[in-house]
């Protein structure tokens, strides 16, 4: 089952943020709203996936920083629920 979190944060902010979230490991996807909270992006992030073909999704959220002031980012994590974690002990 995977958490969200969200974070607010200024245009100036965006890119700093979306790196440090892709280099968590755990984040699955990440959306990017306005203020008004229309969806003005969102992708999925693979860990195998971070080097080479990473770049043009960060191009984009900087050429969209520029053009916010102020947005959320929505986070979705691998997350272990107590079921998972019972199923995991059980073998």
């Known amino acids: ?13 965006i890119v700093k ?12 996807k990440i959306t ?3 203020h008004d909270g ?7 992030v693979s ?3 971070v080097g080479l ?3 043009p999704v960060l191009a ?10 102020e947005c959320t980012i929505t986070v979705e994590r691998k997350g272990d629920t107590p079921d998972e974690k019972e199923e ?3 073998f």
């Open 60 to 69: 984009a959220v900087g050429a969209a920083a520029a053009l916010l002031t």
């Open 47 to 49: 860990y195998g996936l």
């Open 1 to 13: 089952m995977a958490i969200k979190e969200s974070f607010s944060i200024n245009g100036e902010s």
């Open 32 to 34: 990017i709203t306005n």
């Open 53 to 55: 073909l990473m770049a």
């Open 38 to 44: 229309k969806e003005m992006m969102s992708f999925p």
């Open 17 to 28: 943020k979306v790196k440090e979230l892709i280099n968590e490991g755990s984040v699955t």
């Open 88 to 90: 995991i002990t059980k």
